[in-house]
């Protein structure tokens, strides 16, 4: 059974000056499924989500999305073609409120029917949202500005969800929540890549997984088998 | 009292006008970290086009709006022309940058209109004036502090209700976040250029009317009055804008109307050391802006 991933990318290479953060990976993920990329910190797995959605710029190598070549296209035209990514920390607009928030998450959809659908799931996903709607994005807990986050991030519609460090800070008990959540999200068919920390959590919900150390990826597999493979202990404690 | 009354109004006017001002730079500012300099010449472009429109015979109803539209217009073309090739460039490239615009176009309006100063004709209503008891207001007085309410009423709305300006507030918090929703970096800085635009050409009406002429270095002195406004009020802040705004005029007007004759002449520093005494104990101004240091595009 072969078929066209959703998004993959070839030969990626990540530089902040000269300073190499990815070292020519190879990745692939398929429509509907959930693939996380794990590694100890450093390890180069934000700089790869970043560039697979323009945010910081791919220095070799190709990243396809739907058959397209996005590689050399910024954020705001990856959102359209339903590619985003929830980033790391949260980064809500805190002087905004959670409507607010929300709508712009939905900026760059006009469809008055899809925009009407993105809301009502966002509010039937996250009940929370919708009490705390004229509230600052600000006052927000550490667990609501995470689900807004992810709620932002799921009003365009997107095909492909990118979320980095989705239980980043948050207490044990609202990392359940969270990846309650992401669990919820695979049955509505968001396929999404997930930067974890959390690995037993993230091999938890995923299907596939890539290990990362150092740039490169080390290991790869189903989530089953890293979770057997001495590969992942090993990039954890740093030995390549 | 009646003095009293009457400076106050006149504190009004001057300082609604540098509020004004003091908000179009901070818009721009607010986005894109650069203080833009040439903003007074957006308000010459407002004030020739003033001047033209009364040698022409245009009525002035519609002179206003098209020297509004004439601040806009320039506002956009500055930013497509000029800043937008040193976009993410450091604050010192830009800042430079709107040097090189604001001198550019001075000498442009020297060598192609007049060095020197050239009269605008105004209607005859804005300068009669109202009696209220004893109280005299010019009308030119209260149109300017009307025109500043409507102003800041109508930016208000726009930047909490319409899409574009919860996107400029956004992209002000964190840009890079904004455009992973799919807001358009060059949208965004262009609507922030425009309104700044239609602030300076507001401000440039008020500015005229009150003088009735224009000269080539017109915007120079109230840009830098509203520039120690923004700072007053707290850099990059809106709201800090317009409250450092009035702040200044109020300053400047109750100084030159009760301050003794012999301390007259030290009017400008005593209001400079005033504003510096705040500072001194507000660093960040009177309402800092939360995203000073945050990343601009």
């Given at each position: 059974m072969t078929r066209v991933p959703?998004?993959?990318?070839?030969?990626?290479?990540?530089?902040?000056?000269?300073?190499?953060?990815?070292?020519?990976?190879?990745?692939?993920?398929?429509?509907?499924?959930?693939?996380?990329?794990?590694?100890?910190?450093?390890?180069?797995?934000s700089s790869t989500l970043n560039a697979l959605v323009g945010l910081v710029p791919v220095a070799e190598g190709r990243v396809l999305f739907d058959d397209q070549d996005i590689t050399d296209l910024a954020p705001e035209r990856l959102t359209p073609m339903g590619l985003t990514l929830a980033p790391e920390g949260r980064r809500v607009f805190g002087g905004l409120t959670v409507e607010e928030n929300l709508r712009m998450g939905a900026y760059a959809v006009n469809d008055v029917d899809r925009r009407m659908a993105a809301w009502d799931m966002v509010y039937d996903l996250f009940?929370?949202?919708?009490?705390?709607?004229?509230?600052?994005?600000?006052?927000?807990?550490?667990?609501?500005?995470?689900?807004?986050?992810?709620?932002?991030?799921?009003?365009?519609?997107?095909?492909?969800?990118?979320?980095?460090?989705?239980?980043?800070?948050?207490?044990?008990?609202?990392?359940?929540?969270?990846?309650?959540?992401i669990a919820l999200l695979r049955e509505r068919d968001v396929t999404l890549?997930?930067?974890?920390?959390?690995?037993?959590?993230?091999?938890e919900v995923a299907d596939r997984g890539y290990v990362m150390a150092a740039g490169r990826v080390v290991a790869t597999g189903t989530a089953e088998e890293l979770r057997q493979t001495d590969r992942l202990r090993a990039a954890y404690l740093g030995e390549e | 009292m009646d003095l009293f009354v009457q400076q106050t109004v006149n504190a009004l006017a001057l300082g609604g006008t540098y509020a004004l001002l003091a908000l179009g730079l901070a818009v721009v500012f607010s986005i894109m970290g650069l203080i833009n300099f040439a903003h007074g010449e957006l308000m010459t472009i407002s004030g020739y086009t003033l001047m033209y429109c009364g040698i022409l015979g245009v009525p002035f109803v519609v002179s206003v709006p098209l020297a509004i539209l004439a601040a806009v217009l320039a506002a956009v073309a500055m930013e497509r022309i000029a800043f937008?090739?040193?976009?993410?460039?450091?604050?010192?490239?830009?800042?430079?940058?709107?040097?090189?615009?604001?001198?550019?176009?001075?000498?442009?309006?020297?060598?192609?209109?007049?060095?020197?100063?050239?009269?605008?004709?105004?209607?005859?209503?804005?300068?009669?004036?109202?009696?209220?008891?004893?109280?005299?207001?010019?009308?030119?007085?209260?149109?300017?502090?009307?025109?500043?309410?409507?102003?800041?009423?109508?930016?208000d709305r726009f930047m909490n209700r319409q899409k574009t300006g919860i996107a400029m507030r956004a992209a002000a918090e964190d840009f890079a976040v904004a455009r992973l929703m799919g807001i358009r970096a060059n949208t965004v800085i262009a609507g922030a250029f425009a309104i700044s635009g239609l602030l300076a050409g507001v401000a440039a009406v008020l500015w005229v009317s009150q003088r009735a002429s224009v000269d080539p270095l017109m915007g120079f002195t109230p840009v830098l009055k509203a520039f120690i406004a923004a700072i007053l009020g707290g850099l990059g802040s809106l709201r800090g804008a317009v409250a450092g705004g009035f702040?200044?005029?109020?300053?400047?007007?109750?100084?030159?109307?009760?301050?003794?004759?012999?301390?007259?002449?030290?009017?400008?520093?005593?209001?400079?050391?005033?504003?510096?005494?705040?500072?001194l104990f507000r660093p960040n101004g009177m309402i800092p802006s939360r995203f000073l240091g945050s990343i601009k595009v």
């Open positions: 959703l998004l993959s990318a070839q030969g990626l290479n990540v530089r902040y000056g000269a300073i190499q953060a990815v070292r020519g990976i190879e990745l692939s993920i398929n429509e509907g499924e959930i693939v996380t990329f794990l590694g100890a910190n450093g390890a180069g797995k009940p929370i949202l919708h009490e705390r709607r004229k509230q600052f994005a600000g006052t927000l807990s550490g667990g609501q500005q995470q689900m807004l986050a992810i709620g932002r991030a799921l009003m365009c519609g997107p095909r492909l969800l990118l979320l980095d460090e989705p239980s980043l800070g948050l207490a044990p008990k609202i990392v359940g929540q969270i990846f309650d959540l890549g997930i930067v974890e920390q959390n690995v037993a959590m993230a091999l | 937008r090739p040193v976009r993410g460039g450091s604050g010192a490239t830009m800042l430079i940058t709107s040097f090189a615009v604001a001198m550019i176009l001075q000498v442009l309006f020297q060598n192609l209109i007049s060095a020197r100063s050239q009269a605008v004709a105004l209607p005859q209503i804005l300068s009669q004036s109202v009696h209220l008891g004893n109280v005299i207001i010019g009308v030119n007085k209260i149109a300017a502090i009307v025109a500043t309410v409507l102003m800041l009423i109508f930016l702040m200044l005029g109020f300053i400047e007007v109750y100084l030159a109307a009760f301050l003794p004759q012999e301390f007259q002449e030290f009017r400008e520093p005593i209001g400079l050391g005033l504003v510096v005494l705040i500072l």
